[in-house]
C-alpha cells in the first residue's frame, strides 16, 4: 500500500469512527494537568479502571505538584501498590513533580523532547500530554493503536517508536489525537486482541484483516 492509499484509508477510518465515537475523550479521570502525567505513569500494565479509583485517593490527598515532591514515599507507594510496579512508579511521580517544581516553575513542559526528559515519561505519555493538555497534534500509540492500525494495514511495525514514526506520515495533524482516543474505545468494544467482533465492526468494509 502506497503511502497516498494509506492516507485515504486513513481518513475513512477517522470518519467512520467520528460518526461510531462522537465524543473522543481520554478515559483516565483528572482535573489537572499534572494529575494526568501522573495517571498515565500509573497506567503502565494497569487498567484505566483501576488507576482511577487509586487517583481518586492520591489526588485528594496530593493536590500540587509541590505536595507531590515533598511527600513521603512511602505514603506514595502505599496508594498507588494496586496499580502494579509500585516502587518504581511511585519513584518516577515523586522525582517527575519534583523536576516540575525545580525545572519548569510547576508548568508541564509543552514539547516532547522536554516532556520525555521527566522521570518516567515516554513518547506515548508525551504525546497524550500535547495532545490532550496543549491540544496539539498527537499520536499516542498503546497497545490499542498499535494492533488496530496494524489490522488496518496502516502500519508494518509492532514496536511503539516505528509506529508513531509511521503515522505522523499519513494521519491529519489535527486529526490525529482524537483518533488515537477512538481507537482506544473500538478497541475495547469491537477490535479485541483476541476475538475481535468483526460481524458489526464500523470498520468492516475497510479493513482487509476482517474475519481473521
Known amino acids: 500500500m502506497t503511502i497516498k492509499q494509506k492516507k485515504e484509508l486513513a481518513v475513512q477510518a477517522i470518519e467512520l469512527l467520528e460518526k461510531q465515537y462522537p465524543g473522543a475523550v481520554c478515559s483516565l479521570i483528572y482535573t489537572k494537568p499534572h494529575e494526568l502525567l501522573i495517571a498515565t505513569r500509573l497506567s503502565a500494565q494497569c487498567t484505566d479502571a483501576r488507576v482511577n479509583i487509586v487517583t481518586k485517593d492520591l489526588f485528594a490527598k496530593y493536590r500540587s505538584i509541590e505536595e507531590f515532591a515533598d511527600a513521603d514515599i512511602a ?10 510496579l509500585y516502587k518504581t512508579k511511585a519513584k518516577s511521580i515523586k522525582e517527575m513533580c519534583i523536576q516540575l517544581r525545580d525545572g519548569y516553575n510547576s508548568t508541564l513542559p509543552d514539547t516532547l523532547e522536554e516532556l520525555t526528559k521527566l522521570s518516567g515519561i515516554g513518547r506515548k505519555t508525551a504525546n ?10 498527537a499520536v499516542v500509540t498503546d497497545t490499542h493503536c498499535i494492533r488496530i492500525t496494524g ?16 503515522l505522523w506520515k499519513i494521519l491529519p495533524p489535527d486529526k490525529s489525537n482524537d483518533f488515537c482516543h477512538r481507537l482506544v474505545m473500538f478497541g475495547r468494544e469491537y477490535c479485541t ?3 475481535p467482533k468483526c460481524g458489526g465492526c464500523p470498520l468492516r468494509e475497510i479493513c482487509p484483516s476482517k474475519g481473521e
Open 193 to 195: 486482541a483476541r476475538s
Open 128 to 137: 497524550l500530554i500535547m495532545g490532550d493538555i496543549y491540544h496539539k497534534p
Open 151 to 166: 489490522r488496518l494495514g496502516l502500519v508494518k511495525s509492532k514496536e511503539p517508536a516505528k509506529v508513531e514514526a509511521e
Open 75 to 84: 505514603d506514595i507507594e502505599e496508594i498507588v501498590k494496586p496499580c502494579g
